[in-house]
Nanobody
Framework: QVQLVESGGGLVQPGGSLRLSCAAS????????LGWYRQAPGKQRELVAR???????NYADSVKGRFTIARDNAKNTLYLQMNSLKPEDTAVYYC????????WGQGTQVTVSS
């Protein structure tokens, strides 16, 4: 099985930046698609960004040009660089690994506020 642990969340002012990390442990032999999802208060969970085993990426329109997803296979770590943050980015951010079965981290809180 795979265990995912997110870190790097916190409070930041509008226009600021944060870098989220997701450390993976356990079996990583499958060609997982890795992704970041977020859930704001009272809202449905939504895809933020994902990266395939081949390195292809896609982003939600709301974050395109501001967020960058990256993977470091040597460190078994997934990253999300978030720049030009807006109040509407406030949410709990979750790491996901998908290959027939989905694995989820516990989430890390990102709050963008003045």
């Amino acid at each position: 099985q795979v265990q995912l642990v997110e870190s790097g969340g916190g409070l930041v002012q509008p226009g600021g930046s944060l870098r989220l990390s997701c450390a993976a442990s356990g079996s990583i032999l499958r060609p997982y698609t890795l992704g970041w999802y977020r859930q704001a208060p009272g809202k449905q969970r939504e895809l933020v960004a994902r990266i395939t085993s081949a390195g292809s990426t896609n982003y939600a329109d709301s974050v395109k040009g501001r967020f960058t997803i990256a993977r470091d296979n040597a460190k078994n770590t997934l990253y999300l660089q978030m720049n030009s943050l807006k109040p509407e980015d406030t949410a709990v951010y979750y790491c996901n690994a998908a290959y027939f079965i989905d694995y989820w981290g516990q989430g890390t809180q990102v709050t963008v506020s003045s």
